[in-house]
């Protein structure tokens, strides 16, 4: 999949890991103020917008969480651009979710060109190949038989499946404190196959940026976790820099709250 952004865009934010579920509504409250308010022109969400997915007939459970968030992005898709990447929590995501978001659903990996680059996407998780265990878990879950038989069960069901699968994940954690990384080489092969310079993921939880090879970057993203000591949460800002070179461009990385219109208008009258 490849998009070309508009030349109208001068601004794109990154997100992704957001984990959203509603035991944790600092995290959605500072994701929803930024989305009300962020100056980009497009938003992309490269994975792990939900804690967990089952399906898109979550949008009917009674505690309304899953609504509230695709109301969100509905009335955000007014004004701002929205794509969104399934990640490794919520593969399941599926078109009537998208529809009820206002969003374009993305796959894994797209190519976004912009400010004369090329950009790959991806959530990053099938490039974690030191992660043998989880490997194998992702090769069956994303089988399609794999999938159309956990649909095929009651939605309390597959919310049960999800319990289960999520508890022995914490077990697990204490004795599995070093969480593989993307695999370097892995990384170069797909950008050179996508012909890109640069490639935005999120899954690893380690936001940096490292430099692959000659001439080539990968940028990774922050997951969102407004009850964590510290709280983590960062936006990756791409903007198209104020020259007549027409591939000039720069990389931010910004709190949530300086992401927005308000915070703009308050750095500039403090200026």
């Known amino acids: 999949m490849e998009i070309d952004a508009s030349a109208r865009w001068g601004c794109i934010d990154f997100i992704s890991d957001l984990h959203l579920q509603s035991s944790n509504l600092q995290t959605f409250q500072a994701w929803s103020d930024y989305l009300h308010g962020t100056v980009a022109d497009a938003v992309f969400i490269l994975g792990d917008l939900f804690e967990v997915w089952v399906g898109d007939d979550m949008l009917s459970l009674e505690t309304g969480f899953e609504m509230r968030c695709a109301n969100v992005l ?35 990996p797209t190519v976004l060109s912009f400010a004369n680059q090329r950009w790959l996407l991806t959530h990053g998780d099938a490039w974690c190949l030191d992660d043998t265990a989880y490997m ?46 993307v695999d370097t080489a892995c990384a170069t092969i797909q950008l050179a196959t996508a012909r890109a310079s640069h490639v935005i993921h999120g899954h690893t939880h380690r936001p940096a940026r490292h430099a692959i090879g000659v001439g080539c970057e990968r940028l990774v993203l922050s997951d969102w976790d407004l009850t964590a000591t510290p709280p983590r949460a960062e936006i990756l800002r791409l903007r198209r820099a104020a020259t007549h070179i027409s591939d000039s461009f ?12 308000s915070a703009r208008i308050t750095s500039s009258l403090s200026d």
């Open 74 to 108: 509905r009335a955000v898709s007014q004004r701002v651009n929205l794509y969104i990447l399934c990640g490794n929590r919520d593969f399941l995501m599926g078109p009537e979710l998208m529809a009820a978001c206002g969003s374009t659903a993305m796959e894994d």
């Open 136 to 181: 194998q878990f992702r090769a069956q879950v994303r089988n399609q038989e794999w999938q159309q038989s956990f649909l095929s069960q009651t939605l309390a069901e597959r919310m049960e499946v999800a319990r289960s699968m999520r508890s022995m994940s914490e077990a697990r954690k204490p004795t599995n404190a070093n969480y593989a990384d």
């Open 250 to 261: 720069t990389v931010e990385r910004i709190p949530p709250a300086m992401a927005t219109h």
